[in-house]
């Protein structure tokens, strides 16, 4: 059952401009929603987190929004750097983080 | 500053044998956290410990085992190792409900 989902495997963004990350959920019973990096050879980092009971978390360059009625978590990037290529992998929380297959962001120069 | 360290990074296997992947964390966490990660299918859980002397499984956990040594160490074991469970595999712990996790930087594992 795949009660997380990330239903874009890639996405090209050219650097300067806004990257969306999408992700979408299943179950209502989830209290937290965030957000991880993960760089090739490396462990995944955290990156943003939302709590069920809002609908906007910003820190920096990175918002993550929440549309419980949907379902639907996004992460928005601006402006988008380099850096910022790597694998994101959206995860909710119930007793334990449950993870997406990720989405590969290349940004272009 | 170490944070959470797997070991071994790598490891080739036979089928049959066994092994263990250790981990430990210096941040004082509660819970710890097993993960395998493989090609289009994200991250899923093993197993979990929520605190010292607990543990519970996750969504994946035949064919492994694990050991909650104290609050710092966290183990998971092979006993029969079948070439299925070649994979990527992170150790992660966490401190509060909502804190995003640390992972270790992984252990490469092939089962021939």
């Known amino acids: 059952d795949q009660q997380v989902k990330q239903n874009s495997p890639s996405l090209s963004v050219q650097e300067g401009r806004i990257s969306i990350l999408n992700c979408d959920y299943t179950?209502?019973?989830?209290?937290?929603f965030l957000w991880y990096k993960k760089y090739p050879a490396e462990g995944p980092t955290f990156l943003i987190s939302i709590s069920s009971i809002k609908d906007k978390n910003e820190d920096g360059r990175f918002t993550v929004f929440l549309n419980k009625s949907a379902k639907h978590l996004s992460l928005h990037i601006v402006p988008s750097q380099p850096g910022d290529s790597a694998v994101y992998f959206c995860?909710?929380?119930?007793?334990?983080?449950?993870f997406g297959q990720g989405t590969r962001l290349t940004i272009n120069p | 500053n170490a944070g959470v360290t797997q070991t071994p990074k790598f490891q080739v296997l036979k089928t049959g044998q066994s092994m263990t992947l250790q981990c430990a964390q210096d941040?004082?966490?509660?819970?710890m956290y097993w993960y395998r990660q493989d090609p289009g299918m994200g991250l899923r859980l093993i197993y979990y410990s929520a605190s010292e002397g607990t543990t519970d499984k996750g969504e994946v956990p035949n064919g492994y085992n694990v050991s909650r040594l104290n609050k710092r160490e966290f183990s998971l074991r092979l006993e029969s190792a079948a070439p299925s469970q070649t994979s990527v595999y992170f150790c992660?712990?966490?401190?509060?409900?909502?804190?995003?996790?640390?992972f270790g930087s992984g252990t490469r594992l092939t089962v021939v």
């Open positions: 992660a712990s966490s401190g509060r409900t909502g804190d995003g996790y640390t």
């Open positions: 995860a909710a929380s119930a007793w334990a983080n449950k």
């Open positions: 941040m004082n966490h509660n819970s």
């Open positions: 179950n209502s019973m989830f209290d937290y």
